[in-house]
């Protein structure tokens, strides 16, 4: 779009630096309490490490979410095509407030969670993914996320919503969570339906789910050898048995 000035200029030119435009692209981000590693014990008696992603470990998580998003079943495909984007908004800092947690059992990635602040009070739930089936990693990771909202961010609701069933039936159904009016609430994943969680619903009913739902409860802190052992992302287990 061009138009004359309506005064006379003494440049016709102006330029700017990329760092001067950066500022307005990128969201300054809000101070945000870091989310304290936890561990808990798995169905198999392995223990999983629940840390946040290092900035650093981005290019590496991108590896592997390349080749998930091209498994074809039980939704992998598009939840990792999902889950590449936002971990790349992360990365080149295109996403207000994310937070990137990943589950680890000696080291193997197995699981991971993710979201964003929409505000302060509204904690937006991104994606949530077992890379090991079967020991309920994918339960313990969301609900891992949904307590750093409500217990260390003091977020008062949650929104998430669902692309797989077994991702509905796990906290749709496993939380009872309802959901506000459609379309007049869309969830930023596809304009779906906006499923929530408040923090007087946390407190009176969500908040035992992981032990209700796998036994095993949340520990804190995680001893430092433990940390250590799970410092780096060594491997991921094979995807050929998701
Ligand atoms: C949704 C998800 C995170 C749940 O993870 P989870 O809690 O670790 O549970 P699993 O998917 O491993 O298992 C679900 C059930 O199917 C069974 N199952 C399915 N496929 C299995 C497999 N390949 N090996 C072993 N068990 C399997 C499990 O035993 C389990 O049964 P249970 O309910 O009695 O415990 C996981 O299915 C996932 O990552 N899906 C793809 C991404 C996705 O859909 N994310 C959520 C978007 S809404």
New binding site residues.
């Given amino acids: 779009m061009k138009l004359e000035p309506p005064v006379e200029v003494s440049r016709d030119t102006l330029t700017f630096d990329v760092s001067e435009i950066e500022p307005i692209l990128q969201a300054p981000p809000t101070d945000i309490k870091p989310f304290p590693p936890a561990m808990i014990e798995l169905r198999d008696g392995s223990t999983m490490v629940v840390r946040e992603a290092n900035l650093e470990e981005a290019p590496q998580m991108l590896g592997y979410v390349e080749q998930i998003m091209k498994i074809e079943h039980?939704?992998?495909d598009i939840?990792?095509a999902r889950i590449y984007a936002e971990i790349l908004g992360w990365y080149r800092k295109r996403l207000k407030d994310p937070y990137t947690l990943i589950g680890l059992v000696d080291g193997t990635f197995v699981?991971f969670a993710n979201g964003r602040l929409k505000s302060d009070k509204i904690n937006i739930s991104l994606?949530?993914?077992?890379?090991?089936?079967?020991?309920?990693?994918?339960?313990?990771?969301?609900y891992v996320k949904a307590s750093y909202g409500f217990e260390i961010l003091g977020n008062e609701e949650w929104w998430?919503?669902?692309?797989?069933y077994?991702?509905?039936?796990?906290?749709g159904i496993g939380m009872a969570q309802p959901s506000y009016p459609w379309p007049e609430y869309q969830h930023e994943l596809g304009g779906a339906r906006v499923y929530y969680i408040t923090k007087k619903y946390w407190e009176s009913t969500v908040k035992d789910y992981i032990k209700e739902y796998t036994g095993a409860e949340l520990v804190r802190p995680v001893p430092e050898d433990l940390l250590e052992k799970n410092a780096e992302i060594k491997e991921v287990p094979s995807f050929d048995?998701?």
């Fill in positions: 039980d939704f992998y939840v990792g699981g994606h949530t993914m077992s890379l090991r089936r079967g020991l309920r990693i994918g339960a313990i990771m969301y998430a919503t669902y692309e797989s077994n991702g509905w039936k796990r906290w048995k998701i």
